[in-house]
Every structure is written in structure tokens, then in C-alpha cells.
């Protein structure tokens, strides 16, 4: 069956632009999350999903990151006006349910330039 | 402090070594355990849950010790193969928030 997918692969943007980065999840999963990890570096919980709703935004960074999800399934992250600190692989995953193991997608690498 | 703490590594070993690696948790209200396996560049994938009575799947054997909070993970007759950051991940209640991931152990097996 099909994994855990994320759109784009790759995205160079410049400094000041808006990006989208999109999380396909596993069909029926009610939970996703949104994670970033720099060059070298762990894990960094950005915002967990359960079903449509958001009980734990608390690894937002900033104001300039919010993220929805769509129908139990699709979810966007946006970062508006990026800065160069965050250039990273912005990973998505997805269980069944909240504390299940996570089954991530390949990531988007971002890079602002 | 940290909600779980592991230490990075590099750990370097020789092919067919064992070698253990432990991690310490902070909440003591957490339920489940994973360990995740990560390679260079890709994204984190499930090497093993973590039961209480422990547990092992071939040369990988899981340990969970909730009176001191930490758990273990031994690798047997190492293979090139497992180089890679092993990633301890803790769950704080079923029902709640994500799964919080150490920052990883980073093995090197050496031939």
C-alpha cells in the first residue's frame, strides 16, 4: 500500500517568499505531524494533528508557520515570508492513532536562499 | 532537561562487535517506547517497539527499565549495514500528543 507522501521533494525558494509543503498520510490514519530537522541535527516537533484539529501547536516556531489538514487526510504547512533559518527537510508522518508508530515521509527539502 | 536524552555517538565499532546504547526519559507518565532507525539523508524508520518485559528481534534486543526511566537497545554480531542513528522515542500517554524523539545515536560499523 501506499506510504506516507510529501510534495514537493525539493524546494528552493529566496528570502521574504511563501512556501506550501503538502503531506499525503496513510488512508486512515487519524493522526499526522509535521517535524523539521536541520543538517546534522534531531528530530524537531513542529504540530501534531488528530483528525482535522490541532491539539498541540506548540513547536511552531513563529507566527510565520501555520499548518491545516483537510478532510482527516491532507495537510499544508505554510511558512510566509521565510528566512534563510529555515532552510531544513520539513518531515511529515502519520499513525493510526495518537502514539502509534509513526510512519514518515521522504520530506521536503527547503532551502531560502 | 531534555524529555529524552541520548548520547550522540559517533559510536565506532568493528564488524561483528556488540554494542549497546541507552537512552533516559523524563516523563515517567510515558507508555509507549520505540526505537527508530535513521540512515544519512533519509527519513526515520521503525526498528523496534519497546515492551516492558523486554524484547528482541534477531541481533536487536530492547530494554525498558520504567524505575530508572531508560532503555536500551543491544546490537549483536554488528553488520556494515547498521550504521546509521538509532533514534529513542517516547510516547507520553496513549491518547495524547506525538511521539518525542531523542536526537539520536549515531553508530559507525567499521570492516
Known amino acids: 500500500g501506499a506510504g506516507v507522501s510529501q510534495s514537493p521533494s525539493n524546494k528552493v525558494t529566496e528570502k521574504g517568499k511563501d512556501v506550501e509543503l503538502r503531506c499525503d498520510p496513510i488512508?486512515?490514519?487519524?493522526?499526522l505531524y509535521w517535524y523539521r530537522q536541520s543538517l546534522g541535527q534531531g528530530l524537531e516537533f513542529l504540530i501534531y494533528?488528530?483528525?482535522?484539529?490541532?491539539?498541540?501547536k506548540s513547536g511552531l516556531p513563529s507566527d510565520r508557520f501555520s499548518a491545516e489538514r483537510t478532510g482527516g487526510s491532507v495537510s499544508t504547512l505554510t511558512i510566509q515570508r521565510t528566512q534563510q533559518e529555515d532552510s531544513a527537510v520539513y518531515l511529515c508522518?502519520?499513525?493510526?492513532?495518537?502514539?502509534?508508530?509513526?510512519?514518515f515521509g521522504p520530506g521536503t527539502r527547503l532551502t531560502v536562499l | 532537561r531534555k524529555e529524552v536524552e541520548q548520547d550522540p555517538g559517533p559510536f565506532n565499532v568493528p564488524e561483528g562487535a556488540t554494542v549497546a546504547f541507552n537512552c533516559t526519559y523524563s516523563n515517567s507518565a510515558s507508555q509507549s517506547f520505540f526505537w527508530y532507525r535513521q540512515d544519512c539523508r533519509k527519513e526515520p524508520k521503525l526498528l523496534m517497539s519497546?515492551?516492558?518485559s523486554g524484547n528482541e528481534d534477531g541481533r536487536f534486543t530492547a530494554q525498558l527499565n520504567r524505575a530508572s526511566q531508560y532503555i536500551s537497545l543491544l546490537i549483536r554480531d554488528s553488520k556494515l549495514s547498521d550504521s546509521a542513528t538509532y533514534l529513542c522515542v517516547v510516547s507520553p500517554f496513549t491518547g495524547r500528543r506525538a511521539l518525542t524523539f531523542g536526537s539520536g545515536t549515531r553508530l559507525q560499523v567499521q570492516p
Open positions: 494533528f488528530q483528525g482535522n484539529s490541532a491539539p498541540d
Open positions: 488512508s486512515g490514519h487519524t493522526a
Open positions: 508522518a502519520s499513525s493510526l492513532q495518537a502514539g502509534d508508530e509513526q510512519f
Open positions: 519497546v515492551y516492558s
